[in-house]
């Protein structure tokens, strides 16, 4: 069964600590995003990865930041957390070859910060 | 650049009543289209896609959407809910002809399905 798992399904954090949110695949997808749900919002892409060491920001790239070092891990990173960045953090990926754009999610990690 | 809309924040809807979720997009140029769902406290699950071809879709679950390239429409119908349909849905597009893929969302459309 194929998959993309992110390491924390919730976190509680205090304002200016770091964050690392950790999601992994097992589909060799070239492709993953990191995503941001909010009630009303929809998702809304922070950043993307075209290929290993390669990322691109999304719409709302600011506060954040990401890695990749490996094809199947892709990090997002908050420097210095934010209540503002409370937030329901969704993980995703898609395969490079043929690519239609059809995303496969993760669980998703819910961050609360204080 | 694209756009999805999905008017209805929330839909009410009584057990085995059926139900339609809007979705209209804009886009210059060719695009695919999908349908998420999410179930409570979980991620997004593919529900349906078009990608060319037949104008109706289905899923494995009995919900089916039309694209109408006219209307720029992909609305979502099922012709009767279960409780278990209780969830949000968000519409999704994608440009065609892009190597390195991003889908755009909608705000998503809450289903709540009262027995």
């Known amino acids: 069964d194929v998959k993309v798992t992110q390491s924390s399904r919730y976190l509680v954090k205090r304002t200016g600590e770091k964050v690392f949110l950790e999601c992994v695949q097992d589909?060799?997808?070239?492709?993953m995003f990191w995503y941001r749900q909010d009630p009303g919002l929809g998702l809304r892409l922070i950043y993307f990865?075209?290929?290993?060491?390669?990322?691109e920001k999304g719409d709302i790239p600011e506060g954040y930041s990401v890695s990749r070092e490996k094809k199947e891990r892709f990090s997002l990173i908050l420097e210095s957390a934010s209540t503002n960045q409370t937030s329901m953090y969704l993980c995703?990926?898609?395969?490079?070859?043929?690519?239609?754009?059809?995303?496969?999610f993760g669980e998703g990690s819910r961050l609360t910060v204080l | 650049a694209q756009s999805v809309t999905q008017l209805d924040s929330q839909v009410p809807v009584f057990e085995e009543a059926p139900v339609e979720l809007r979705c209209n997009y804009s886009s210059s140029v060719s695009v695919y289209l999908f349908w998420y769902v999410q179930y409570p406290n979980q991620g997004l699950q593919l529900l349906l896609k078009y990608l060319s071809g037949s104008t109706l879709v289905e899923s494995i679950n009995g919900f089916e959407a039309e694209f109408n390239k006219s209307q720029t429409s992909f609305h979502l119908r099922k012709p009767s809910v279960h409780i278990s349909d209780t969830a949000e849905y968000f519409c999704a597009v994608g440009r065609i002809g892009r190597s390195s893929y991003k889908l755009i969302f909608g705000s998503g459309t809450r289903l709540l399905v009262r027995p």
């Open positions: 990865s075209y290929d290993v060491k390669m990322k």
């Open positions: 589909m060799d997808h070239e492709n």
């Open positions: 995703a990926s898609s395969s490079g070859l043929g690519n239609t754009g059809e995303l496969f």
